[in-house]
């Protein structure tokens, strides 16, 4: 693992910073002022704005813009097409840079293909974002969330395997065990 990889589409602005090892594809964009981890990967016309910081190991794929006010802690992935927003009420002839509401994406979290995260939101520790949904409210560490607008159905674990119901979950597929105790889920 060396320096980033840039691809010859790809424009990275002045004081932009870039982790070792993060690779950036075709017709990206990353503004001057925005911080990207190690081990990085930016798929093909992805735009990270500045001020935005993204930590290590993140997988941002196609088609995705990272706004200011938008901050992705390590391991978050964000699927194809996915939405961040960061003005509540936007109109083009009103500017509101100064209503910027920070969005939080904590760490593993998944946001799947399509979904919109609409902004001022926290998305917990490994909770998984199904494709489509559209996130108007906090997420819960562990969360599946789905739906218009989105909704708990379940939980997931680390690895990403919804758990089977229960207070003391294990996970099917890698064996971690969980602890629920009324609406919150821990690792054991």
């Known amino acids: 693992m060396g320096e980033p990889f840039i691809h010859e ?6 004081g ?19 911080v990207i981890g190690e081990r990085c990967s930016l798929g093909q016309n992805v735009v990270v704005m500045s001020g935005v910081k993204i930590g290590d190991n993140v997988k941002i794929q196609n088609n995705v813009s990272v706004y200011e006010g938008v901050e992705l802690e390590d391991d978050v992935f964000c699927g194809p097409s996915m939405v961040f927003t960061n003005v509540i009420n936007p109109r083009s002839h009103v500017p509101r840079k ?32 199904g494709a489509g949904a559209v996130v108007t409210g906090d997420v819960q560490p562990y969360a ?12 997931v674990c680390q690895c990403g395997v919804q758990l ?13 065990k969980y602890s629920l105790r009324g609406d919150q889920l821990t690792a054991a």
């Not at 090892?21 to 990353?30: A, K, L, N, P, S």
């Open 9 to 14: 589409s790809a424009y990275v602005d002045e």
């Open 16 to 34: 932009a910073e870039i982790g070792v090892g993060t690779r950036i594809w075709h017709f990206c964009h990353v503004l001057s002022g925005a």
């Open 98 to 129: 100064d209503e910027y509401r920070r969005t939080l994406v904590k760490r593993g979290a998944s946001i799947g293909a399509n979904a919109t995260i609409v902004c001022g939101v926290t998305l917990g520790e490994y909770c998984f974002v």
């Open 164 to 176: 089977p119901p229960g207070d003391a979950p294990q996970c099917a597929a890698c064996g971690l």
């Open 144 to 155: 599946l969330v789905v739906g218009v607008p989105a909704r708990r159905t379940g939980w």
